[in-house]
């Protein structure tokens, strides 16, 4: 299945793999293909955010909008949010805070909250219970995919047509 960039079809991909080995290899090696499986398929969704940013020219705009010069994946899907999703837009990053956003983000994307909360717990040294289940992980990847689609379907809705041909065989030749 074709993605966006060059970085997004490897981590999908990544975290198919991880799937695989969670479903075949049974209870002894569970916790860690399913970490795997919740981590690469939040870090396929940031790769599609920056994929977006990079192609419609809002690197810049979106940095200097979030007041960072490595934004993390809450703030980058709260700036598309804003950008993209908002009636009305906010002009800084505080005011779009004030306004709910990261409440807001969690209710339009659904998962992304736990996902981002076991990408950030895993930062910290913490696997969360979302990667004890199979179904738990699994469940996850899929909303990260469909959060990634929705981003598309958004940006085409708003007369943006952001190319998603990247094949996996294309990426690794990169």
């Known amino acids: 299945m074709p993605e966006g960039g060059r970085h997004a079809p490897i981590l999908i991909a990544t975290s198919w793999q991880a799937l695989n080995r969670a479903i075949s290899e049974g209870q002894e090696t569970l916790l860690c293909n399913c970490t795997v499986v919740i981590l690469f398929a939040g870090f396929y969704v940031e790769a599609n ?10 690197e810049g705009h979106m940095k200097g909008f979030l007041g960072k010069q490595y934004p993390g994946l809450q703030d980058k899907l709260a700036f598309f949010y804003n950008e993209f ?3 009305s837009k906010a002009v800084s990053l505080k005011e779009l805070r004030l306004r709910g956003v990261n409440a807001k983000v969690r209710r339009r994307f659904k998962g992304f909250g736990n996902l981002y909360r ?56 990169h």
């Open 49 to 58: 955010l920056n994929h977006i940013f990079e192609q419609l020219g809002l």
């Open 85 to 87: 999703v908002a009636r």
């Open 118 to 173: 076991f990408r950030n717990d895993l930062s910290h040294g913490v696997i969360n219970s979302s990667a004890h289940t199979l179904r738990q992980a699994q469940l996850l990847r899929s909303q990260a995919k469909d959060i990634a689609s929705d981003l598309y379907l958004i940006l085409r809705r708003r007369g943006h047509d952001v190319p998603t041909d990247t094949s996996y065989y294309d990426a690794i030749r």
